[in-house]
């Protein structure tokens, strides 16, 4: 009888790797790993190209994908970029540009930019990219204007420009027609707040319940420190340094040159990052954290906490008030409105860190934007 040959402990753990399955395009196959599913174009040379990949449990990623290598693989097989209408030049915008161009690829990010694509494939999804006309987007800016967003629809076709200018490259578009157009302008004033303002805030805060507290020191903070919403808001408490506070800026285009901003610690700037550190969950790597949670608050949490605070400090003062009514109150202030109040008082005083403290790329920025003094007094020439 034959003897059976030796079965070597390598032979019997290996696994054969995963077959790539055929898709509904030719050439193209899936292949499902461990951890990731990768869609492979296989050339007529015999080179195999990947051109979309996911995590395996992400459903919503993988539809993306899916739709993101079908389109490359038509587009490979045709030797062009096929959109025969905006809607699929928006479409392969999202899908193979926008994980690179944009510096913000958080969850808020994405849902906003998600937002836009939709209501510019609503208006122009129809359309043959070659065909449009500045006067669409002046067609758009009126129908967004007429539906209560004149301000939104602005950023709305301001994205739209860069998505043509992506046409323009890829033989859609023979000139990007949106380009230096007269946008929509704004009917609100702005929010002018002071020092004062927020201080009462504050102060009414530390005495209340935790949430009420956590808001009031965010505030508080905020104004000491002149950073943006997006920074004191998921601010790491890991930024808090023996040299003062630190973060890295969060407004800056794709490439641009990470700028690191700094606030040298003062009393008030030590006491309130203390308040702000005195709660229960104290396992949050944040410094502004839910009571019952570690992560850092979503922009719509942090937005419901932060008008019930201002709802009920308001109130403590004026019972008038309704929620309905909140925003239109002389004393309601939202966190964004915060930073310019601390610009406006470090050129008001005349310091010579004012522009560091605004940390904008361009001084004219600060000016333009943030600096809300009514009075502007100076001396006399002689």
Not at 66 to 94: H, Y
Request: proline content about 3%; overall charge positive; hydrophobic content about 35%.
């Amino acid at each position: 009888m034959a003897s059976k040959k030796p079965v070597s402990r390598q032979a019997r753990i290996a696994k054969p790797s995963p077959a790539w399955e055929k898709t509904g395009v030719a050439r193209l196959y899936k292949r499902v790993g461990k951890q990731r599913i990768s869609w492979i174009y296989k050339h007529v040379d015999g080179r195999s190209q990947t051109l979309a990949s996911c995590a395996l449990g992400d459903r919503s990623a993988r539809y993306d994908a899916e739709r993101l290598a079908t389109k490359l693989a038509v587009e490979i097989q045709q030797g062009v970029v096929v959109a025969g209408a905006v809607s699929e030049m928006i479409e392969r915008f999202e899908l193979k540009e926008d994980p690179t161009y944009y510096q913000d690829q958080s969850k808020d990010g994405k849902k906003i930019r998600k937002g836009m694509y939709t209501n510019l494939t609503k208006f122009f999804g129809r359309m043959v990219p070659s065909e449009m006309t500045a006067q669409h987007g002046y067609q758009y800016l009126e129908d967004r204007a007429g539906a209560g967003a004149p301000i939104k629809a602005n950023k709305e076709l301001s994205q739209f420009s860069v998505i043509c200018h992506f046409g323009v490259r890829w033989g859609l578009l023979a000139a990007n027609p949106f380009v230096n157009m007269m946008k929509n302008r704004s009917t609100t004033e702005a929010k002018i707040i002071d020092r004062r303002q927020v201080l009462r805030f504050y102060l009414w805060c530390v005495k209340q319940r935790e949430n009420y507290r956590t808001m009031g020191c965010a505030a508080m903070f905020t104004y000491l420190t002149g950073f943006r919403s997006s920074e004191a808001r998921p601010f790491l408490k890991t930024g808090l340094t023996h040299e003062g506070v630190t973060v890295l800026s969060t407004k800056r285009k794709k490439g641009q040159i990470e700028v690191v901003k700094v606030r040298e610690w003062s009393l008030r700037l030590r006491v309130v990052v203390a308040r702000a550190l005195d709660r229960k969950n104290t396992s949050s790597p944040y410094l502004f954290a839910p009571t019952k949670r570690s992560d850092s608050y979503t922009r719509h949490g942090w937005a419901s906490s932060w008008k019930d605070a201002q709802l009920a400090w308001i109130r403590s003062f004026d019972e008038s008030v309704t929620e309905k009514k909140l925003t239109e109150h002389p004393l309601y202030f939202n966190l964004q409105d915060v930073r310019p109040a601390a610009i406006t008082t470090k050129i008001q005083n005349r310091d010579h860190d004012a522009y560091d403290f605004a940390a904008h790329a361009n001084p004219a920025t600060t000016h333009k934007h943030y600096d809300r003094r009514i009075v502007k007094k100076a001396s006399a020439t002689e």
